[in-house]
């Protein structure tokens, strides 16, 4: 997961280091157990230094939630812009799901969601993340319905579906350490919500 844009000033640069740190603080930890110390030690900056940029922990998380839908936004767009069938759009999505519950990252889940059950701020961002990854999706299957190689049905169902049993799996993964066959065949499970027969058939081929 990228943090943000590439930072230009030395002041976006050691935000976005910051940023980084507790990323790597939030995934090996969760959450709760991060404190404004341990982000300061482990960015290697005084109390002052690091309260010049963020007042709390759960700024922090808010930022890297962001800028989880700010990267995928961008991704999304990129694959349109290449002309991309949706279906390629739908594996390259996928893909990136895998690559996160598959990297050092991939607990970073599990702190998002204490994040989201620790006051209605985290609720709230949450809920935001949840509609951002849903929309996109549905834009997702309408031009797959459009190009005839996705399944009838109501597009935001489809895609509410999908991002329901996306979020189920970047949360059990840590916990269940389930390793890449098993991810593999539940993320194909979900890849046939969307995908009609013949579609599923002709990429099998391929």
Known sequence: MEIGNQPQTKGERTKAKILEKAADLFAERGYTAVTMKDVCEAAGLSRGGLYRYFGSTAEMMIL???AEQQHADREAAREHGEHSSAVRMLD??????YAFMLSHRGRLELAMNQFAQSDETGRQENRRRVEAAVRRTADLIRFGQEEGSFRAGDPEELAFHVIMAIGGLRSM??????????????????????????????TEKE
């Open 92 to 97: 390259a999505f996928l893909a990136q799901h």
């Open 64 to 66: 890297l939630m962001r």
């Open 173 to 202: 993964a840590p916990l269940m350490d389930i390793g890449k066959p098993i991810l593999r065949r539940q993320l194909a499970a979900i890849r046939g919500l969307v995908l009609t027969e013949q579609a599923e058939k002709q």
